[in-house]
């Protein structure tokens, strides 16, 4: 109970000093040294990821870093918990932004930092808006940013992989841009399998990437099958 407490007020308090740091991000951009932005964007998210992560007590273990590529990429992620996308941010030390879920852009502050790590966000229940998220996915992938998509659609809460909805996966064969698999194990029991947070191990596993530029038609057809089946047999059940 008072880890959560503690944790909270950690948050919030975190995310309002971030504030101070936006005017000297803005200069770099408004400079023309986006590049520069985005090095230090990426700074801050990792340090205010990984302060996060270690204020719940949790120890991570990271393995497969060598697999990531040169160059931009999509990362393809099961998602056990709430602090996945913290532990990608503060754990795979490569820029990116995730295709998110709407509801995260009502976040005050947060929402500002999601924009500025180039997050795309996208509504289920709404096809023509799900259809230009996608899109504007493409165009950053194509642009040259890493971007991140949980193709379960939503939290597992458990160690078991949900089905992957294979439109997530278009985005990827859509900008020919390599997908990297990421497998993260025991994220859930942080918060998901308690009412309070609580310490855990958390094991992330990056997979060989697949390069979907050498992909025959059949290949790209059974590809959200073939992630699906990668990422779960990462996880020790």
């Keep these: 109970m008072i880890r959560t407490i503690i944790f909270f007020s950690y948050f919030w308090l975190y995310k309002v000093y971030s504030l101070t740091l936006l ?3 803005n ?7 986006e590049e520069e932005g985005d090095q230090l964007i990426n700074q801050i998210a990792q340090k205010w990821a990984q302060s996060l992560i270690k204020i719940t007590g949790s120890t991570v273990e990271v393995n497969g870093t060598e697999n990531i590529p040169e160059g931009n990429v999509l990362f393809v992620s099961n998602h056990q918990g709430n602090f996945d996308i913290p532990l990608l941010i503060g754990y795979i030390d490569k820029p ?3 295709i998110a879920k709407t509801e995260l852009k009502k976040l005050p502050i947060i929402n500002t930092w999601m924009e500025k790590i180039h997050c795309v966000f996208i509504d289920r229940s709404n096809l023509r808006q799900s259809m230009k998220a996608m899109i504007e996915s493409v165009k950053l992938l194509k642009s040259g940013k890493n971007m991140v998509l949980f193709p379960e659609g939503t939290r597992s809460k458990g160690s078991n992989v949900r089905e992957f909805k294979a439109a997530g996966i278009k985005v990827a064969l859509k900008s020919q841009v ?3 698999p990421v497998t993260i194990d025991g994220s859930f029991k942080i918060m998901e399998e308690n009412k309070f947070i609580k310490p855990a191990h958390v094991k992330i596993t990056i997979s060989e990437p697949i390069y979907t530029t050498e992909l025959a038609k059949e290949e790209k057809d059974q590809l959200h099958e073939k992630l699906q089946k990668i990422i779960s047999d990462n996880i020790k059940n």
């Design 27 to 33: 200069g770099l951009i408004k400079r023309g040294r």
């Design 23 to 25: 005017p000297k991000v």
């Design 178 to 180: 390599p997908i990297v």
């Design 96 to 98: 990116k932004g995730f």
